[in-house]
């Protein structure tokens, strides 16, 4: 089976968020398991310069966005036993950011009809097309309404991932001819059409063989009103087709036993490094060393979606409890400013870094006791995983991915992997702390089996990749 996977974003070249792990990872996963797998990506000169001097510029061809005729380079690495392909054009690729410019749908209007142009000059015609996100989107319709004229390409099955419904591709009805050279009957009628707009999103997902969320919670959740953000009615229509799959980590980097960012090892066998790294954590940041203290952790981009206004609320009163916390993220200014006015008249207990370092995020998810990710929706996560691989227990609202893979401490039973809330609201939050807390404080056996059970928990890409190859070979 071959297998054509295709994103706006791949770590480790470049990345904004979980859609560039996912495509870092997966299509490993797929060739280790002998799927013969392409990757195909924008080349953004944001790539750092050891991947671009790698690159091997194969030809370059012209491809027609409307009325305008654009280079597109082609450059090949082989890495890690994956050939990716990259689509130069620097007009189009050569920017700071990946996204968030106004002319976003001409940008990937240009890629996507890159991708379905190259296949038959590298003489690649896969079975599977995998698309991600709106970026990708309209390659279902584009093979079904643009280039359906092409033999070799009308056998093709198409899968669409949605890593965020959020994010969709708006755009103005006359984008249809004068970016993608098409008549707008599709639109006329109703079909790629919502609110007046061209909606990408809807588009793949219409014309998607397969819809797959990264999560089987999530899948449900966007089927909702709260949560399909106006495509819910579509997504219910399109059911049958629709199945969450969860997302993995990687195994390999996240690692305590190997992490070289760790100053100490560890595994579930023996815990002592565990400890030893709290205590470097806390001279890192300096705070007291005090083993004996529940040190709660942040890794995030610090925004409404991530939750941060419930922990601001209830920051001044966690605060009043033995414990130490430590935030490492940037996002909104206002929630960057807030916790660090009520940090600096708690500096023996607080420590706040609005910055993103990778190396110092992994000694985070060592050192720490509990891990905090109170997301109003998360359609995977991937922090919260990594968090257990190390020993540290999430707290997490119970929505999306966070709901699949954290098992809410039940203090009855003693079952769990972590800690959990239901109602979105600042004070349920306080009470999964303080229950967590008092956990750690006075059931120390109780505390070192849900450590150990978090740590044994399986989130590998392995078995994820496996369930993607079954879909595959459902539609082929």
Known sequence: MKVLFTAA???????????????GTLPKELVKKGVETIVVLPFFTSMAEKYQQQCEHLF?????????????????????????????????????????????????????????????????????????????????????????????????KTVLTIHNIE???WYAKEVLPDLFGMGTQRYDDGTVRMNDALNFMKAGILYADRVTTVSPSYAEEIKTTEFGCGLDGILRMESGKLVGILNGIDYDLNNPETDTSLPYHYSVEDLSGKYKNKAALQEEMNL??????????????????????????????????????????????????????????????????????????????????????????????????????????????EVGGLKDTVDSFNPVSGQGTGFGFQEFTSYQLMQSIKLALNTYEKAPDTWSQLQKRAMNQDFRWETSSQRYITLYKSIV
Request: charged share 20%; hydrophobic share 40%; net charge negative.
């Open 9 to 23: 974003e791949c770590a480790p070249f470049f990345k904004t968020g979980g859609l560039g792990d996912v495509c």
């Open 167 to 169: 994010f969709q591709g």
């Open 288 to 397: 007291p060393i005090a083993p004996d203290i529940p040190l709660i952790a942040v890794v995030s981009r610090l925004t409404y979606q991530k939750g941060f206004h419930l922990v601001i609320d209830e920051f001044e009163n966690l605060l009043q409890f033995p414990v130490q916390f430590v935030l490492l993220g940037t996002g909104d200014p206002r929630f960057e400013q807030g916790f660090q006015n009520i940090a600096a008249r708690y500096p023996d207990k607080c420590a706040i870094n609005i910055s993103f370092d990778v190396q110092l995020a992994q000694r985070l998810y060592a050192g720490a006791d509990l891990f905090l990710m109170p997301s109003s929706f998360e359609p995977c996560g991937l922090s919260q995983m990594i968090a257990m691989r190390y020993g540290t227990l999430p707290i997490v609202h």
């Open 60 to 156: 370059d061809f012209t491809v027609e966005v409307g009325w305008r005729k654009q280079y597109c380079g082609v450059k090949r690495l082989n890495f890690e036993g994956v050939t990716y392909y990259f689509i130069d054009n620097l007009y189009y690729f050569d920017r700071k950011e990946l996204y968030g410019y106004y002319d976003d749908g001409e940008r990937f209007a240009f890629f996507q009809m890159a991708v379905i142009e190259l296949m038959e000059k590298i003489d690649f015609i896969p079975d599977v097309l995998h698309a991600n996100d709106y970026h990708s989107a309209m390659i279902p319709f584009l093979l079904k309404e643009k280039y359906h004229w092409i033999k070799a390409y009308r056998s093709i």
